[in-house]
């Protein structure tokens, strides 16, 4: 008997064996881990940080990764980040900032949206950097350009890098670097071959970002300081009655057919003769002109005491005092989530 409880005692050592080396190899592996998490300095983990602009943690393990060295950590964070900003398309993004900027000879001027999920990530200082970098960007591109070509563009830096990247790669940077989706909506350009742009940031959140900017193009053989002024004020008119059209020409047919069958339903109901129900539809049309057509509006800066004007004759009082004929050649108005004027017209 103590010979087999002998031999039944060695082959459960013998089976335990394996088990005991598993178990010996597994914290020997975690010891080691553990080592190497507490051998990267605090310094060089608030160096990356302060270098990429991503989470503490997020730092140190691209630095035990990449055995502390910087650049390679900072490629690792960039491919990381990037592969993990994908998963965060498509979240909606309504609000952000608005960029406006002009060349330095007033002829020109850009402005941008660049949109993020909430008003915390707007107000980040890399945020509010990118979105001017990138108005910079458009204001050397052509007028016509729309913003999906835009996007190819490059810019001088991203969020993640110190090298130039394409405007797509900055934004998706920025998503890596704030962890919400971050979309370029708008980048439009106004250009004049005679007078200037003026441009205006409601409520600015920097020198040339808000939540809403104008830009408002008048061709005039006066100079670029004769029509700021003007320009100004109607740039803030702009901005508070949000029209839709610079002139009735420039309404596009399908949006003026929409509203004409609109109101020529509501008149049908009224069971009101045909003659009668084409009139009350050309009421309609000029009121709904007057609603959302900039030269037709009703003029809202103006004196407490001062007489209703439409925006045409405060153009046309302006040339007259000014001394020289001013033309609004177009205006742009953004406002960040907004629905677009193309859209709207749709």
Known sequence: EAAMLARSMLARCVRARPIVQSVRAAVCAYARADLRAFSTPASLVKELRDKT?????????????CNGDMTTAMDWLRKKGIASAAKKIGRR????????????????GAVVELNSE??????NPIFKKLVEDICLVRLKTKSDM??????????ASGPKSTSAVSIDEAVKEMVAT???????????KLEVSEGCIVKYIHTPMGDDVGKLGVLVALESSLSAKDLESFGMELAMHIAAASPKFNTVEDIPQAAIEKE??????????????KDVVERMIAGRLKKWHEEVVLHEQDYLIVGQN???????DVIESASKTLGKPIKVKGFLRIKCGDESPEKAAE
Request: aromatic share 4%; with cysteine; proline share 3%.
């Open 260 to 273: 004409s069958e609109i109101f020529r339903a509501q008149g049908a109901e009224s069971g009101k003769p």
């Open 118 to 123: 909430t008003d915390f990530v707007a107000k």
């Open 93 to 108: 993004s309504a609000d952000g900032l608005v960029a406006v900027k002009l060349q330095d000879d007033k002829k020109s």
């Open 178 to 188: 704030v962890g919400e989706n971050c979309q370029l909506r708008r980048a439009q």
């Open 146 to 155: 729309d913003v999906e070509d835009f996007k190819k563009e490059t810019v």
């Open 53 to 65: 602009g991503s989470p503490m943690m997020d730092c140190k393990r691209a630095l035990e990764a």
């Open 306 to 312: 001062e007489k209703k004007k439409k925006v045409k």
